[in-house]
């Protein structure tokens, strides 16, 4: 499985971002695609996660409400829709394929090369 991340940049305080993550390779129904993100100094933490064929979405609390994780399986890519950017949501932000929807990032099996995330204040 190889996972392609897009879509960051550098924006202000308040703004919205969309992530793209495109994965291809062998049959990824069975799979769950995370979004991670890891700052400067800090440890890879857990952003979102959804089930690739029921849906399931999870997210971490310092996340709800703001961002948003979909899914378009006819191309093979899940979203990660970001609102009410802070600077404290700058970081790496990578997507990753796991079999469970976890927030351990040991849990996954595959991941993609991660994509900058920076919020200006």
């Known amino acids: 499985v190889q996972l392609q991340a897009s879509g960051g940049g550098l924006v202000q305080a308040g703004d919205s971002l969309t992530l793209s993550c495109v994965v291809s390779?062998?049959?990824?129904?069975?799979?769950?695609i995370g979004w991670f993100r890891q700052a400067p100094g800090k440890e890879r933490e857990f952003v979102a996660v959804?089930?690739?064929?029921?849906?399931?979405?999870l997210y971490a609390d310092s996340v709800k409400g703001r961002f948003t994780i979909s899914r378009d399986n006819g191309k093979n890519t899940v979203y990660l829709q970001m609102n009410s950017l802070k600077p404290e949501d700058t970081a790496v932000y990578y997507c990753?394929?796991?079999?469970?929807?976890?927030?351990?990032?040991?849990?996954?099996?595959?991941w993609g090369q991660g994509t900058l995330v920076t919020v200006s204040s």
């Open positions: 390779g062998r049959t990824i129904s069975g799979y769950v």
């Open positions: 959804i089930s690739w064929i029921r849906g399931r979405i």
């Open positions: 990753a394929a796991g079999r469970e929807s976890t927030a351990v990032p040991a849990s996954y099996d595959y």
